[in-house]
């Protein structure tokens, strides 16, 4: 289906999220977020002014977009990473150097833990937390743990270098306990550090109210300086508190988030990948269901049909709604894989949140095809009802076009395209050369083609009716009806399937043509011609001797001038590709015994008409696909022309 970037800007959700734009081949070509996807989906497709030469380009270059629905901008900023790092779209520029996100770094597995600034996960049995957004309020934050807490930041190995130099800066600034001279005992700093951890797994309320309480206090003494500082880390751990339910750090599990939305006859599963803690992509499947049949039974025969073809099968499951049969798939996804693999249905918390999100995005995408169906029903079967409502004419289920292109009546062709239901079948096109007609006389090319097209359509009923009847021996079969519609013979070929409509690339004249045409082959088949404009724009139609007003916003005007112009495209392509043949034409194709497969080995082998000229027999002899034979014709050939041209 067509995707009308227009309408699907006006169904842009104002929420969170990540956008992925992708080009006529389905690649995906930026990626970006968002804390309004409306907002800023739309900013691209609007004026121009402002935005660079690449932006421009990639716009232009965009064939359709999909995005996916987040809970926070900072949610959305760490899929877009992820998603920009699987996939390395052609326009984004920013994080395709692989580089991470900022994490906070605990190295609990020292005696005297420090708090660091880390930009890559190490297996070190350090404790890690994040991914952050902000590099500043990561700084931020590890300031104001070494403030509340007095964490140390140098890298003595303590207890080893206990008391060996003096306590450094941060000590004398009240900023460490200075573990180094052994003022602190170790059982202490370590309820410190693991204040400090509590605060980074969540617990932000005591800090936060603390730091207000000092932010009130300096304001009320006039200590406006420290007032400000106070609230800046306190901005600081506003921001660093939001919470990630997109990626699960401590976890580092690979894990797939499976949910559905279902509408009577209609399932989407959306499913999200994590790997490595991270969610580096989604895939939506749809499942035609019984209206009555449960979740647990859909979701069940997902996972089943789905990890039967892919060969990355992850450690978890979190499942909206708890599968049939789970034990018996979990155990069989577990040899699949190798190693236990668990199914879960989480009720609260944040996997249950994850599950609800996969599930709103499912819905998301099966409201969104409904409306696109409703669309596409709209533009294609709604425009053939409206025209033949129009034209007073049965339901016009196959309608035929026909088109002329030529030069100055040079290599005349002739195009049919063919329409069902207000869609284009292209196993039914067909296309002509023009045999008996010289100059560029359309009339009288358009007629052989109909009248090649029908008759041939006319032979093909009538050995299909010998067939039959040589098939049922005894039983005689009745003769044709001289036309039959386009749904009465849906089963037949191309040709011997008449149209319910014939739509002329013309007005009265080319009508005209068809009708007698028509009339000598005994068809009774309604025939309309596309009146055009001064500009040559389609303004009405001429059907059995007037013309009929189209409304140039109306459903059936746009399906009639997507026939035209695909009828006209379909010609001039064929008489495109004739010039084309005419003027790639060799010396070597008048030799005899030379065809398309000698020529093209000859030229690879020598490379040029002249190497081929100088050859000697043997020469032509040992080059691919050639024999004596051959090779003697082709020498003949060239020594011939030689003796002419000095002649000459």
Known sequence: MTFNIEEELKKLPASPGVYLMHDCRDEIIYVGKAISLKNRVRQYFQSSRGKTAKILQMVHNIAWFEYILTDSEMEALVLECNLIKEHRPKYNTMLMDDKSYPYIKVTIQEEYPRVLFARDLKKDKSRYYGPYTSATAVKDTIDLLHKLFKLRTCRRNLPADIGRDRPCLNYHIKQCDAPCQGYIDKETYRESVQKAMDFLGGNF???????????????????????????????????????????????????????????????????????????????????????????????????????????????????????????????????????????????????????????????????????????????????????????????????????????????????????????????????????????????????????????????????????????????????????????????????????????????????????????????????????????????????????????????????????QDEAHRFAIEYHRSIRSKEQIRSVLDDIEGIGPARRKALMRHFKSIEAIRAAGVEELKAAPQMNARAAQSVYDFFQNMGKKEKSV
Request: glycine residues 10%; neutral net charge; aromatic residues 6%.
């Open 205 to 563: 309320d005591p800090i936060m109210k603390s730091l207000e309480e000092q932010m009130q206090a300096c304001a009320e003494n006039l200590d406006f300086e420290t007032a400000v500082t106070y609230r800046e880390l306190l901005n600081s751990v506003r921001h660093i508190a939001q919470k990630q339910k997109i990626t699960d750090v401590a976890g580092q599990e690979d894990r797939d988030i499976i949910a559905l939305a279902r509408e009577k006859q209609e399932a989407v599963v959306q499913v999200f990948f994590v790997r490595g803690g991270k969610m580096i992509g989604r895939d939506h499947c749809y499942l035609a269901i019984d209206e009555g049949e449960p979740d647990g039974r859909i979701l069940g025969e997902f996972v089943k049909q789905f990890y039967a073809g892919t060969p990355v099968i992850p450690k978890e499951l979190f499942l909206q709604t708890a599968p049939e049969d789970g034990e018996l798939i979990g155990e069989w996804l577990g040899k699949k894989r190798g190693q236990k693999v668990t199914l879960r249905t989480p009720q609260k918390g944040e996997k249950a949140r994850l599950v609800e999100l996969a599930a709103r995005n499912a819905r998301l995408v099966l409201d969104q095809d409904r409306e696109k169906l409703k669309r596409e029903e709209k533009r294609t079967t709604g425009a053939v009802r409206q025209l033949s409502q129009m034209l007073g004419l049965p339901d016009c289920v196959r309608m035929e076009a026909y088109d002329i292109s030529n030069i100055s009546g040079v290599q005349s062709v002739g195009s049919m395209v063919v329409y069902e239901n207000g869609r284009p079948k292209r196993s039914d096109y067909r296309k002509f050369r023009i045999r008996y007609v010289e100059g560029p006389n359309d009339y009288a090319s358009m007629e052989e083609v109909l009248t090649r097209r029908f008759t041939h359509g006319l032979e093909e009923k009538a050995a299909r009716q010998n067939a039959a009847k040589g098939q049922e021996g005894a039983r005689v079969a009745e003769p044709a009806a001289p036309y039959e519609s386009g749904a009465a013979a849906a089963d037949a070929g191309s040709f011997d399937r008449f149209p319910d409509l014939i739509l002329m690339d013309g007005g009265k004249g080319q009508v005209n043509i068809a009708e007698g045409v028509l009339r000598t082959l005994g068809l009774s088949i309604p025939v309309c011609g596309m009146v055009k404009d001064d500009n040559h724009r389609t303004r009405g139609l001429y059907f059995r001797g007037r013309e009929v007003p189209l409304d140039h916003h109306g459903e059936s005007f746009q399906l009639i001038t997507r026939i």
